[in-house]
């Protein structure tokens, strides 16, 4: 599945409020949508908090309506949500039920229903604040609409500012090898830097924007389009044309349907570089004379 290139990647700066990408690989593992937390959870094993000492008590039937919600394809978003709902009714206090409310959270996602999937992020949060995998896509999600309100960019900040914290000793979860731990935590805290940038972006703080996008598109093997185009659009604000140019021009090198409006976009750029240098050349020579 490539929402992007179903959705469009540049409804973030053209007339649609809201941006939506796909998710980024660390949320894909194995062809499912599968946070590191989580890892072991599509095997039908309980996802236990850090520290854990032992397996939850299961009621009856919960490990098997756990299983069979998971057996459902990630694209068949409706009932995902349905299962998820009868399951998180039936078992409100179950080991499973974060992982539950985590997978709604990015099923209403799909759905671009956007209040629904932050209510159930909420709602995992609420039984494990640490689950970095909920906190760093929701919190890369809010501020790619236009229509973010203050509130709910204060939430994404906290939540990506959070991850960022805990990344760095996030105990490997079972079944899953230090490799692929490693990759995972080197894409999200990538992503958590872009939603940071977009954060500074809706609040017009555009050093805060290029700093946090220049570290989401630094080493990044496979870097979201939309980070450069916000990341040379901040630096346009700020009269730094020649180095939005570049970001540009990065933009328009990947892959997909935002090529040409990121090139036109380089070229502006350019344009505004040679007119600014000419502009200061003028006013150097008038003072000489």
Not at 28 to 44: E, N, V
Not at 52 to 79: I, M, R
Not at 140 to 149: D, G, K, Q, R
Not at 201 to 206: E, I, M, Q
Request: proline content about 7%; hydrophobic content about 40%.
């Amino acid at each position: 599945m490539n929402l992007r290139s179903a959705l469009g990647a540049l409804a973030l700066i053209s007339t649609a409020s809201v941006f939506v990408a796909a998710p980024p690989p660390a949320f894909a593992q194995g062809g499912d949508l599968c946070p590191i937390k989580q890892f072991s959870d599509l095997r039908g094993k309980p996802s236990l908090s850090s520290g854990s000492a032992a397996v939850p008590k299961l009621v009856p039937g919960e490990e098997n309506a756990y299983k069979a919600f998971f057996k459902l394809k990630p694209e068949d978003t409706a009932q995902r949500l349905q299962a998820g709902d009868v399951f998180v009714r039936k078992f409100p206090d179950g080991p499973f039920t974060e992982a539950v409310y985590s997978q709604m959270s990015m099923a209403a996602y799909q759905q671009q229903d956007f209040p629904k999937m932050e209510e159930y992020a909420a709602k995992a949060l609420a039984i494990n604040p640490d689950d970095v995998t909920v906190m760093v896509f929701t919190g890369w999600v809010i501020p790619h609409s236009s229509e973010a309100a203050p509130e709910q960019l204060d939430t994404a900040e906290k939540y990506e500012k959070r991850v960022l914290v805990l990344l760095p000793t996030y105990a490997r979860p079972a079944g899953m090898t230090d490799q692929e731990l490693a990759a995972a935590k080197i894409q999200y805290e990538a992503q958590a830097h872009s939603g940071l940038g977009l954060v500074d972006y809706r609040r017009n703080d555009f050093p805060g924007a290029v700093a946090e996008l220049t570290k989401a598109t630094s080493g990044n093997a496979q870097p979201d389009p939309a980070d450069y185009f916000v990341l040379g659009s901040s630096l346009n604000r700020l009269d730094r044309f020649t180095d939005a140019a570049t970001a540009f021009d990065s933009c328009s090198k990947i892959p997909g349907g935002e090529q040409s409006v990121c090139q036109r976009n380089a070229d502006d750029a350019r344009k505004s570089a040679a007119s600014a240098s000419s502009s200061a050349a003028t006013k150097t020579t008038s003072a000489k004379l």
